[in-house]
């Protein structure tokens, strides 16, 4: 953070600091422990540019429970599975409401958005409803599978092309390019061609948006200075989040006119299924919200998660070797995989473990915030408080992981463990009642893409077994997701 800017925000903030800081903290208070603040300033020194490690670090002295002071708000982070599940699953309903980073509140998407809204309020449970039943039940996904298919088969022409050329690939990029297109295509039926401008203009906004959201910053650490958007961050998220919104309202504007037409035929897609009507009731500010909330989480999250589980394979040939002889004795000649392959693909389920586990695209899950006071573990949290679940200190952790450093799929095998939000040691996608609702469909797509990119090519680093190209290779930057520092660039070879 620029020290500068800092300092003086410090001096502007110095009275509410103090005010606030007396009110919240009278005589009585039993807070959880934690590291001394400062004054004005509280513990924000103490938090880096890379805030999950940072914050793992403090819980080594401070506990699995501990407080800290950020500006003028206060905030507890838990870094155990059982304070974990204290606070998503057994006090879950206290802790279910978001934190709103300063930097959303623009375009009035705050107020109308699934990430955003309250947990009692209609209109989020409007959108998980229509989630449920639309797009993620396992009768939803059915009717999806060839949609998916469909873009697996254009992502293995599209890694051919490198392939047939002898060309490096950005693996995230294609990863991306085809989330994004089984997004588009599950809600609007569009063809996003693999190297079309559209597509290039898309992945700007939804990274514009997504880098920016997931960082702390001076406007949340003290909130009246929030109107002054002192780094600019909420000017930059408006820019492209209204440029996203301005292309789905583009797209569900030209269907209600095709609507019209009395030839119409039914695409009998998501976006059909909103206008509709029949049950829904959306209005289509609620429409445009909904499409945009899906691209942004949904994009990002599966390509990045894919793009770590190839780098950990090209980093682990032994692993890539005993994943490909796995896919070849199940999926044999058949180059595409299908959900119903999943289960019987056991080091695949293993390998995607592991990289939840190692590189958590969202290693801090998602902010929440204490709606009334309540006692965690015989502290008291109090009401408006933001709450840090780090999952990433519970991936690190020696007592929970043996060698919790290296890449090891093997440690899953035979293990009841899954992802699903009931083994608080790997949740990935959070757990209770704001888990992740686009797992079925997000874990489903993982794996196939994964299974598609292992199964059909070798892989090889851009310079090859030059053990310099690896270095940097597990290096990451904060943001959501957590990507990495350096693209993947590899070669793909047909097999
Ligand atoms: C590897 C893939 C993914 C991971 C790791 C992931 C993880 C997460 C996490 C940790 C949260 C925050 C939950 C919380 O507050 O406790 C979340 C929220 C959300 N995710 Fe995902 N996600 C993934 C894919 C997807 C996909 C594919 C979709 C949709 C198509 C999606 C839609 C959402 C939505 C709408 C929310 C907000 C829910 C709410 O606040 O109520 N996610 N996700
Ligand atoms: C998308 O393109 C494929 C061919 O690449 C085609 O078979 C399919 O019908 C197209 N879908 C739409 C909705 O245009
Ligand atoms: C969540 O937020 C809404 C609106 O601000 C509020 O009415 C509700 O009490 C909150 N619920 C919890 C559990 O925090
Ligand atoms: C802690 C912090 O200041 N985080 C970020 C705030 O936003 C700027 C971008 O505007 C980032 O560079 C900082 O890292």
């Known amino acids: 953070m620029n020290d500068f800017v800092l300092l003086i925000v410090a001096l ?34 103490q938090l ?44 879950g309903h206290a802790f279910s409401n978001r934190s709103i980073p300063d930097a959303v509140r623009i375009h009035n998407f705050d107020k109308a ?17 229509v989630g449920r039943e639309q797009l993620f039940s396992h009768q939803a996904l059915q009717k999806t599978e060839g949609q998916r298919h469909e873009t697996l088969r254009k992502l293995t022409e599209h890694v051919r092309g490198f392939s047939e050329r002898g060309h490096v690939m950005n693996v995230g990029e294609a990863t991306f390019t085809t989330m994004t297109d089984l997004v588009f295509s599950t809600l609007f039926s569009i063809n996003l061609s693999t190297d079309s401008i559209g597509n290039k203009e ?17 406007s949340d650490f003290y909130p009246i200075l929030a109107p002054l958007d002192l780094q600019g961050i909420r000017r930059k998220i408006g820019y492209h989040l209204g440029s996203l919104m301005g292309l789905v309202n583009g797209l569900i504007e030209k269907r209600m006119r095709q609507r019209m037409d009395s030839d119409y035929k039914k695409m009998n897609d998501f976006l059909d299924t909103l206008l509709e009507q029949t049950h829904y009731e959306f209005t289509i500010k609620e429409m445009i919200n909904l499409c945009v909330d ?114 090891e799929p093997e440690r899953f095998l035979g293990k009841d463990i899954n992802f699903e939000g009931q083994h608080f040691e790997l949740i990935p996608f959070s757990s209770g009642r704001r888990i992740c609702p686009g797992m079925p469909l997000g874990s ?25 190209a690896k270095l940097h290779q597990r290096e990451d930057v904060f943001g959501l997701p957590l990507q990495k520092k350096f693209p993947l660039r590899a070669k793909p070879i047909k097999v």
Request: net charge positive; proline share 8%.
């Open 294 to 407: 899906i691209t942004i989480a949904g994009a990002d999250t599966g390509a990045a998660t894919t793009e770590w589980v190839i780098v950990e394979l090209l980093l682990n040939p032994d692993k890539m070797a005993k994943l490909k002889a796995e896919l070849k004795s199940v999926l044999g000649d058949k180059s595409i995989m299908e959900g119903s392959d999943i289960s019987k693909l056991p080091y695949l389920q293993a390998t995607i473990n592991e990289v939840f586990r190692f590189h958590p695209v969202a290693p801090m899950l998602g902010p929440r915030e204490a709606g009334e006071d309540t006692q965690v573990n015989g502290y008291t949290i109090p009401k408006d408080v933001r709450i840090i679940v780090n999952f990433w200190a519970i991936t690190r952790d020696p007592n929970i992981w043996e060698n919790p450093e290296s890449f």
């Open 113 to 129: 958005s699934w990430n955003t809204m309250p947990t009692d309020s209609a209109g989020w449970k409007k959108f998980r409803r």
């Open 202 to 218: 898309l992945k700007e906004h939804v990274n514009g948006i997504t880098r920016y959201i997931g960082t702390p910053n001076i």
């Open 444 to 468: 489903r797509m993982l794996f196939c893409m994964v299974a598609t990119l292992c199964h059909n090519f070798d892989w090889e680093f851009e310079g090859g077994t030059d053990t310099k």
């Open 48 to 91: 880096s540019g890379e805030p999950h490690k940072s914050l793992t670090e403090l819980a080594k002295t401070h506990g699995p429970l501990m407080s800290l002071r950020l500006g003028t708000q206060l905030a507890v982070v838990a870094s155990s599975p059982e304070i974990a599940a204290e606070i998503l699953h057994k006090r």
């Open 12 to 45: 502007i903030a110095a009275w509410a600091s103090v005010v606030l800081s007396r009110r919240r903290r009278g005589p009585g208070a039993n807070l959880p422990p934690g590291p001394r603040p400062l004054p004005i300033v509280g513990n924000i020194f």
